[in-house]
């Protein structure tokens, strides 16, 4: 039912993407001159898929950047994934919308662009520091310091709420104290297990933090029961904690 | 929930740019694989709440018109209220036209929706064969901002549209309307002008002049005369279409409309020399008669065309006439058999020529054979027209 043609409203995505997808790929061209034959691929499915009628635009994109990942042209990978984002998200921009929606809808198309710009300080960040801690090889480092920053960032995104509003509980609502409780809880954790890695130059707080969180990621889906679940998120920070302590 | 094919191809991407992002040993193509992942799992997270509202969604359809003639066009509308408290932020609504109807929009829309507001997907359909479309499903999807993940619920609404056939075998129709007893001429028989034709129970609507008050006062039996002048006669028109006459011969002139076609034709030929039908159809397994269709009561003829389902019909000529046999009909003035030579070939005329013949004093067999008619078609007719011809019906072959 995906892939079936979508009549004026297929058009209105369709033509979208043909449009993007010629932007993308002169962008991708004009950075690196290597090859023309990813942007080709690209342009060549966007119009098919227009031609055609089908929705399978993403395709080229996918495929423009299996071409990239082969000729080892890892400096357009970043414009082809742009260009597919702001694909699906203008398809999602250009819909009809009564105007009540559109500050709900700029929000949206925000908190994902900006999700996508945030690869680039992230990264940067992530590369100074591990560079100062180990300059002789600091990609490794910079790999976990990077994934725990990453698992703060979802934490905050999972609680829906900026970081000023997670005390409201508090005052508010008691019933929701445990939740709250675990939130900072984890919060702190990681945020400890990071400043430990960087300051010690040890990541294994770090290596310990991510297994312990999937271990209890994995229990948690498990189990249905809310007080067994709050147990259930109490031994990462108490791991983290004991393993400072022994060091 | 599912997973589209954008959804796919994002997860793909991500997952190949992380793994080449330790092979480029690239600190910004791995920030940038979980930045998508995390697009990625927030888009599910984000619909996985969602799809608890689709309960909150009514979904309302309406047609322009519920009786037209095939080949005409109607308007559907569709409207999706969101009765939640929550931003529906996409949402897709698609339309299942019923076959053969051609939709000449796509029945699909794509929409934001704010609580309490109203979507409305409105297309054209073209009811190209005549009988009963029957607009059933509608369904709802809905998706996450960027339309990585779907969750799609569907609603059954029925909404019931007839195409009336356009009348064929004006001829022929008028040939078997002249050969009526008499015709309908309210009020001349009063003065004793007629012969009188026959005495009946009371019926609701009869003219009070015509009760024979004598004999409610001897007998307390409520009769009314009728007079050869003002009589109608009374017909059955017996439609034979059976399933695979829907595919011989290219739509929209298939053997099947072809008959619906000269089916309505003699119907209407009738009623305009003021008799009243009685018509007999069968559809699937069992037939349906649809009784008093005249000429104040025309609505009863888009009653027999529902009957008509298009591509579907009777499962076999069989099973109408055997219907005949366990049906309680009363002899008529008229039958009036409307088939094809496919119909009479697979037609056993031991069971056809009796239980036809007795619902009539008078029977005829209109034939409807296509222009392009074939060698075997003469074939069928020279064998059953002479055992047709020896049981005392009149023959009529419409084209």
Known sequence: MQNRSLGIYGFLISGQAVLVSIVIASIAYTIHQGSIYPSMLLLTVSLASRLVGLDISPLGYLAAMILSITMDMASVIPIYMAGLISSLAISYLILRTPRELWRYKAMESLKTLSLVLLAIPLSQYTWLVAIALRPQDPFPLGVVIMITLVMLISVILRGGRDLEQILEPLVRSPEALSKTYLYIARLLTIMSSIAYAVITTNPVPVVILIIAVMITRIATKKINTEYIKTITEIPVPLTILIYILIQ | MRITLAGVILAISSILILIYSFHARSLLLLALSMMILMIFLKSYSDLSRLSRLIRSIEIRREVDRRYVEEGDEILVSVEVINRSRENVGRLEIEDLVPEPAKAMEEPLIGVSLPPGYIARLRYRVKLPSPGRYEFERVFIRLKDPLGLFTHEGSVDLVSMVVALPKPLGSMEAVSIASRNPGIWIKGLSLGGLYDLYSVRDYRYGDDARKILWKIFARRGELLVREDLGE?????????????????????????????????????????????????????????????????????????????????????????????????????????????????????????????VSRLGRNVYIAIYMPEDYSKEYMEILSVALPIIEDSGWGILVAK
């Open chain 2, 231 to 355: 009589v109608r006669s009374r017909s059955y028109v017996i439609i034979d279409i059976p399933r695979e006459l829907w595919y011989i011969g290219k739509p929209p002139n298939t053997l099947a409309e072809g008959v619906a076609r000269l089916s309505r034709g003699v119907i209407e030929g009738l009623v305009k020399s003021y008799s009243v039908v009685d018509a007999i159809i069968c559809e699937e397994t069992a037939s349906r008669i649809v009784s008093g269709i005249s000429r104040s009561y025309r609505e009863k003829i888009y009653s027999l065309y529902l009957n008509l389902k298009p591509y579907r019909g009777c499962e076999s000529s069989w099973i109408l006439y055997n219907s005949l046999k366990y049906l309680d009909l009363v002899r008529r003035d008229m039958a009036i058999l409307v088939t094809t030579p496919i119909g009479l070939a697979q037609t056993d005329p031991e069971l056809m020529i009796p239980e």
